[in-house]
């Protein structure tokens, strides 16, 4: 049987993979992207952020991306029977898209741009100089450098360091709502469990969701919550709901400071590699960040590995860290009760709730930005619950 032979070795075609594969093999690197499980959907709201397409404007032209642009977001408290809406306007691009169609255009562009398509699972990895891939079918190929761009339950995580534990994990479970569309987002944060409700439109349908940390919660207790939800706010009367559930990484301030990202011949982007902001669960800004510093290290002499780990945790790493330490403080009733009343009265709360649905807020400065509100109820709620617990 003939060996391929490459440079780097793609494990997954989501965003992350597709990207990284395109980049490299566009610069003149032999990259071989492995992944069968192309075309499908992915459980998952599908938002690409402004700043998320800005990232692949050469692979995904924003005007090429179907789906749905957002024009706000519907904040929602069942219990006291509230809502508050936040206008989101042109600068802060939210599009909403099918991911069977967005991941299928990376996917393809990777393959325009070089990159060697092998639509098969990984089932084997044996590492050296080089490694030695082995795919569900039967082919081997070897590669200097084996990227992990497959997800939470990553085969290689899981073959050079170690699988995520449960809690590092978020469970989410939801339902495609077919036949009912919208132009809006809905968010309900709740308490019991921690989490948050969302609803994002596709333009076809909704993809309604509920995620919580595996250690507080069950796909069973959080699918309670959500069919009780569906039931009172009627988001998807009518519709035909088709159920899912997943895992995501929700990873602890400490985490990202110490979970491996890389080693010497291996690395990990995206989910794969725990970058999923913890209070949103999104993951596809960061999948596509990371794919593009990963690319760069491995396009340089030395070390790629040490190289793509610094850069990660100071670009990505500190932010994300920050979001897992004030989460703790975000799904308190009594921080739900002062945003919606501050939403109800306040543009400038406004301005930054949208910006933090948009991506394009830091946490580690949205402390001073609240505080220049002048909602200072709002701010100290948060931030004594996420720095001072009881």
Request: positive net charge; aromatic residues 6%; glycine residues 8%.
């Amino acid at each position: 049987m003939r060996v391929v032979q490459c440079d780097v070795a793609v494990v997954g075609g989501g965003p992350s993979g597709s990207v990284i594969a395109a980049t490299l093999a566009a610069r003149g690197a032999r990259v071989v992207l492995l992944d069968g499980s192309h075309p499908r959907e992915k459980p998952c709201g599908g938002g690409f952020t402004g700043r998320a397409l800005a990232l692949v404007r050469e692979l995904l032209p924003a005007h090429t991306l179907p789906g749905v642009r957002v024009d706000r977001a519907r904040f929602t408290d069942s219990r006291r029977g509230r809502e508050s809406i936040v206008p989101l306007p042109d600068a802060r691009t939210l599009v909403v898209s099918s991911r069977r169609e967005s991941d299928g255009l990376l996917f393809a562009a990777a393959a325009e741009r070089g990159a060697v398509v092998i639509p098969a699972r990984v089932v084997a990895i044996e590492p050296g100089r080089p490694h030695t891939i082995v795919t569900a079918d039967g082919q081997r190929l070897t590669a200097r450098w084996v990227v992990g761009a497959d997800g939470t339950n990553s085969f290689v995580r899981r073959r050079f360091t170690a699988p995520f534990t449960r809690a590092q994990l978020s469970v989410a479970t939801g339902v495609y709502a077919h036949g009912v569309s919208s132009q809006e987002i809905v968010l309900e944060l709740v308490d019991q469990p921690a989490g948050y409700i969302w609803s994002f439109p596709r333009p076809d349908h909704l993809a309604i969701g509920i995620c919580a940390q595996a250690t507080d919660a069950t796909v069973g207790s959080v699918r309670e919550v959500l069919t009780r939800w569906l039931a009172d706010s009627r988001i998807a009367h009518g519709a035909r709901l088709e159920p899912y559930s997943w895992p995501i990484p929700s990873l602890s301030a400490a985490d990202f400071t110490s979970v491996p990202l890389a080693g010497d011949g291996w690395l990990t982007i995206g989910d794969a590699a725990g970058l999923v902001d913890p209070i949103t669960r999104e993951g596809i800004y960061f999948a596509l960040q990371s794919a593009l510093v990963a690319a760069d290290a491995l396009s340089r002499d030395g070390a790629p590995h040490l190289r793509y780990t610094e850069q990660v945790r100071d670009e990505m790493g500190a932010d994300l860290a920050a979001a897992a330490a004030l989460k703790a403080g975000f799904f308190q009733p009594r921080f739900t009760h002062l945003l919606l009343d501050a939403l109800d009265s306040s543009t400038r709360v406004q301005a930054v709730m949208a910006d933090l649905v948009a991506g394009t807020q830091p946490y580690r400065t949205i402390k001073r930005r609240l505080l220049g509100t002048m909602e200072f109820g709002l701010a100290w709620t948060w931030l004594r619950r996420a720095y001072l617990p009881a």
